[in-house]
């Protein structure tokens, strides 16, 4: 158990829907990161947080959006869902930026 | 394009051998490698690290080498035991507009029998 919590397991939803995946970073850590991983492929990265602040973007659509809240918990926001967005969705966090990360055990997102 | 690459998506060996897993980067401004192990329905853990001033890093079972000139790095599990099958993400970070970076892997599944 890694300390870093992921909501909901598991996420089926419709083309042009929109969904929230909540992550829960360990006791203390100030980063949080979220990665996408889509079937074949790695960990494509997409934002980083660090104590409230957007700190990283990667490869991030513009239908997504991300936030970390004071309590250091975070969303990711995926919207006009296509089927391309079917993915393995990983939160991480770390202490500090370049840390090594913690990773949470994903949210499986499939888009019908 | 992709930065890091494992170009063997598996490999299978047998319990009690070697098991070496391979990554390539092409970013020289990359200082800081780490391994990643994977299992079926659980988010990566972290496994081994090496800073881009070593060129060795041993950790029990796990010794990770990197060669900078190459831009190459792998991880060796001696002796390979079932319980290490997995997927394994090797990882590459540098340092950008003031924040670490980290550029993963595809991924290479390995596969030890017994």
């Known amino acids: 158990d890694s300390g870093v919590t992921q909501t909901p397991k598991h996420l089926i939803t419709a083309t042009g829907q929109r969904v929230t995946l909540r992550c829960s970073p360990r006791?203390?850590?100030?980063?949080v990161y979220w990665y996408q991983q889509s079937l074949d492929q790695g960990l494509q990265f997409l934002i980083q947080?660090?104590?409230?602040?957007?700190?990283a973007k990667g490869n991030i659509l513009e239908r997504f959006s991300a936030q970390q809240f004071p309590d250091l918990h975070s969303e990711l926001n995926l919207s006009s869902l296509e089927l391309g967005d079917s993915a393995l969705y990983f939160c991480?966090?770390?202490?500090?930026?370049?840390?090594?990360?913690?990773f949470g055990p994903g949210t499986r997102l499939t888009v019908l | 394009d992709q930065q890091v690459k494992q170009n063997s998506p598996s490999l299978s060996v047998q319990e009690g051998r070697i098991s070496i897993l391979n990554c390539d980067y092409t970013?020289?401004?990359?200082?800081?490698f780490l391994w990643y192990k994977k299992y079926p329905a659980e988010g990566p853990t972290f496994l081994i690290s090496i800073s881009s001033i070593k060129d060795k890093n041993e950790d029990g079972r796990f010794t990770v080498f990197l060669n900078k000139s190459a831009k190459h790095l792998s991880l060796h599990i001696v002796p390979s035991q079932p319980g290490d099958s997995a997927v394994y993400f090797c990882?590459?970070?540098?340092?950008?507009?003031?924040?670490?970076?980290?550029?993963f892997g595809t991924g290479t599944r390995l596969k030890v029998l017994a």
């Open positions: 006791s203390g850590d100030l980063s």
């Open positions: 990882a590459a970070s540098a340092l950008t507009s003031g924040t670490y970076k980290y550029i």
């Open positions: 970013n020289s401004m990359f200082d800081y």
């Open positions: 991480a966090s770390s202490v500090v930026s370049g840390d090594e990360q913690f």
């Open positions: 947080y660090y104590n409230g602040e957007e700190r």
